[in-house]
C-alpha cells in the first residue's frame, strides 16, 4: 500500500545564451543522449551504483535493474530496484519502479518561442519528471524533519539530473562520442 508520495518536475533549455554555435545542440542531438540514459543511467546520475538490463524486452521496452549507489534520497546505498523502462522515440524515456509504482520520466520537446521548424530543431528543452511513491511502512511522519529532508533531497536531485544530462550530452557532442553512439545505434538496428 502507497504511503508518502511526492511529484516534482523540472524543464531546461538545452541552447542558453553564451553557448558557442559549435556547442548548441538540436533536438535530435539530445534524444540521443537521453536513450542512451535508458540503458546505462549511471552515466547521467551519480546516485545510481550499476544497471543490468534483464534479458527479453525490446529496444524501447525493456525491463533493468538498478543498484543505488552513494546520494540516494530515500533509497539506502546498495537497494536493489527493477524498473520498467519504455522509450517512446524522440519524445520521453519512462522508467517506473516496480516495487512502489515511483516513476521517472525524461521528455525532449521544444519551447513556443521559435518563429520557425529549423529554429525549433535547434532550441530544445528538457523536462525531468520524478514521481516518488514510498511504501507506508518507510514514509516520513507528515510534516516531519525527514519528510523535508526528503523533499529537499529530492527536489535537488531532479533539478541536478536535469542540469547534468544537458551538460554531458553537450560534453558528448563537443569530444565526438555522440556521433559514435549514432552510428553504434544504426549498427545494431542493422543486425536486428
Known sequence: MAGFTYNVS????????????????????????????????????????????????????????????????????????????????????????RESGAKTTMMVGYGCNSSSQEEEELDPYLTLYYELVMSQDESPKPGSEEEH???????ALAKHLCEDTVRLVRKWKVEGRLEELARYEKEEQNRL
Not at 545542440?25 to 543490468?52: D, I, M, N, Y
Open 10 to 97: 523540472y524543464t531546461i533549455a538545452a541552447n542558453t545564451h553564451g553557448i558557442a554555435p559549435s556547442e548548441r545542440l538540436s533536438r535530435a542531438e539530445l534524444w540521443q543522449g537521453v536513450k542512451r540514459g535508458a540503458r546505462f543511467p549511471g552515466e547521467f546520475a551519480s546516485h545510481v551504483q550499476s544497471c543490468t538490463v534483464l534479458p527479453g524486452g525490446t529496444a524501447n521496452c525493456f525491463a533493468r535493474e538498478i543498484v543505488i549507489g552513494d546520494g540516494g534520497v530515500h533509497a539506502k546505498q546498495g537497494k536493489k530496484m527493477v524498473q520498467d523502462v519504455f522509450l517512446q522515440d524522440n519524445l520521453y524515456l519512462l522508467a517506473t519502479t
Open 149 to 155: 529532508k526528503i523533499i529537499s533531497g529530492y527536489r
